[in-house]
């Protein structure tokens, strides 16, 4: 079928061929989309819809976003991919900028959310094994937790539904009931190399930490030893009101795993660090060896010097504070 | 974020949603989970907050 004539399918051939050619990971909805402006979704049937979904909290800024269409077209006729081995300037502005406007020292780029919990699990065992010894291993994750498909975030992600099919899965993973600090104390020791939590379980069922037990969180790795890593992929990039979720929590976490709006839709995550983890440069030895999204660098970066913090949160003048049905993290029960 | 608990499935409600020319998601069995974009304005939300409330009658 050549590019014209799919351009002419009916909804109904589309899903026929879904249904035919595509494996079928995800139930979909009866609709086939065709494009989309500001927060509003077209199929190809003409039906409108009102989006508040963002493809899962990534389309940040919506759709035909002026700004990041000029960036992609721009940098689309330069270059589209560099591999590792060479420098680009927007790649090292942009990690300039994600240190400038958080706690980190560092930034490690990889292309999802799921890489970037990966990644920050090899950090903390590398930290660990090499300041600790390698029996300082263990990473505790939360009843409830989603941090992503892969094999060692998956390990991570205690739900019956997506662990059964694929065990074995990653040895050295406990899991403390979330929001509980008591039943958290009860599995931290001296093996803990690090705590992982989302600061909002999205995935979970939309349930925002206790200040008080994330706090309590941080003091128990200051206590074990142990790296706090905050993953904010779903909660982070203004969602909660602030740029980080753990602004808003006034706890710091060692390393923070961003990804889904950072590039505004292309596929594209990292990894925040301090120094006390960053330290154990040079890393090249046992980083992964992933491709960076160098497009998505480009990208963001354009849009960032438009849209500041409070702009990127709040363009609208849907400041969460003043507006009880906006974009705060808060759970209607 | 925004998340409901609702009494009845979850997808029945999406797919509610859905005829009343709104999207949303799910996070477990019977929780609603709305993401928009942060352009929203405060019309569409109240436009969303209203064809969620239609949708959620109308089962």
């Not at chain 1, 050619?21 to 139930?27: Q, S």
């Not at chain 1, 803990?192 to 999205?202: L, W, Y």
């Not at chain 1, 941080?218 to 979720?245: H, K, P, S």
């Not at chain 1, 354009?302 to 363009?315: D, G, H, N, T």
Request: hydrophobic share 45%.
């Amino acid at each position: 079928m050549t590019a014209d004539s799919a351009s002419e399918m009916s909804s109904q051939d589309v899903m026929s061929l879904d249904k035919k050619y595509v494996l079928a990971t995800y139930a979909r909805a009866p609709f086939v989309l065709d494009h989309g402006e500001g927060c509003w979704v077209y199929d190809t049937d003409g039906h409108a819809y009102l989006d508040c979904v963002a493809g899962i909290a990534v389309n940040a800024l919506g759709y035909g976003d002026a700004g990041l269409e000029a960036a992609l077209a721009e940098q689309a006729s330069k270059l589209w991919h560099v591999s590792n081995l060479y420098y680009t300037a927007p790649q090292v502005r942009l990690a300039e900028q994600l240190c400038q406007k958080s706690f980190a020292d560092k930034v490690f780029f990889c292309n999802s959310g799921t890489e970037a919990n990966e990644a920050a699990f090899k950090f903390a065992r590398k930290w660990a094994g090499t300041h600790l010894g390698a029996d300082k291993h263990v990473i505790v994750a939360f009843t409830g937790a989603f941090h992503g498909r892969t094999f060692g975030a998956l390990s991570a992600t205690p739900k019956e539904k997506y662990q059964a099919p694929f065990r074995p899965l990653l040895p050295g993973i406990q899991i403390a009931p979330f929001n509980d600090l008591a039943g958290t104390a009860k599995i931290m020791n001296d093996a803990v190399c690090a705590v992982i939590v989302e600061p909002v379980q999205g995935e979970g069922g939309v349930f925002p930490a206790d200040p008080a037990f994330l706090q309590g969180v941080r003091a128990l790795c200051n206590r074990y030893n142990a790296l706090l890593i905050f993953d904010e992929v779903q909660c982070g990039m203004g969602r909660t009101g602030t740029l980080w979720a753990y602004e808003g929590y006034g706890v710091t976490p060692d390393m923070l795993t961003i990804a889904k709006p950072l590039a505004g839709g292309l596929p594209m995550g990292a990894v925040l660090i301090s120094q006390r983890v960053a330290a154990l440069s040079p890393a090249r030895r046992w980083l992964p060896a992933w491709p960076r999204y160098w497009l998505g660098a480009c990208l963001i970066r354009s849009s960032w010097p438009a849209r500041p913090r409070a702009a990127v949160i709040c363009s609208t003048g849907c400041r969460p504070q003043t507006c009880p049905t906006s974009l705060r993290s808060e759970r209607v029960v | 974020m925004v998340g409901l608990d609702i009494d009845v499935a979850a997808g029945s409600a999406i797919n509610a949603a859905y005829s009343q020319g709104l999207i949303v998601t799910s996070a477990g069995p019977q929780t609603l989970r709305l993401l928009p974009p942060l352009i929203i304005t405060p019309k569409e939300i109240d436009l969303a907050v209203e064809r969620l409330g239609a949708a959620l009658r109308a089962l």
